[in-house]
């Protein structure tokens, strides 16, 4: 597995599918206005429940990106030097957590894929 590259994209691909990851499905955005905590509860667990990005939206809370009104979501908190910064989390993020239950290690899981992906397409430019 660790010389295979290809195994071992295969085998996390595999495992978020068998988790439920959803193809196209944002992860996560970052609560860019508004203030959530006034209105939502901070997930524990991070599993989607009922609330959706509309719901948030609707009580003037902005992300970015923008995320589907219909999309259920959690709300995450990460306490920052400044102060804690507020994310909603779609089910693809929660499935990130079913391998390693830290939101921090699945925050940073998205930011390193977001970085590749960048990098990714700044080469192909």
């Not at 290809?6 to 599918?17: L, R």
């Not at 400044?82 to 290690?105: A, D, Q």
């Amino acid at each position: 597995l660790w010389n295979d590259l290809e195994d071992i994209i295969g085998s996390v691909a595999n495992y978020f599918h068998r988790h439920g990851w959803k193809d196209g499905e944002p992860v996560t955005a970052r609560v860019t206005a508004g203030s959530p905590p006034d209105h939502f509860t901070v997930s524990d667990n991070l599993k989607p429940a009922t609330d959706t990005a509309g719901d948030f939206a609707a009580k003037g809370v902005t992300t970015k990106p923008a995320l589907p009104a219909d999309l259920k979501v959690a709300l995450l908190e990460l306490e920052q030097v400044k102060g804690p910064e507020y994310w909603l989390t779609g089910n693809n993020f929660y499935v990130i957590t079913r391998y390693n239950r830290s939101p921090l290690y699945a925050m940073a899981v998205y930011q390193l894929s977001e970085a590749i992906r960048d990098a990714y397409e700044k080469d192909r430019d």
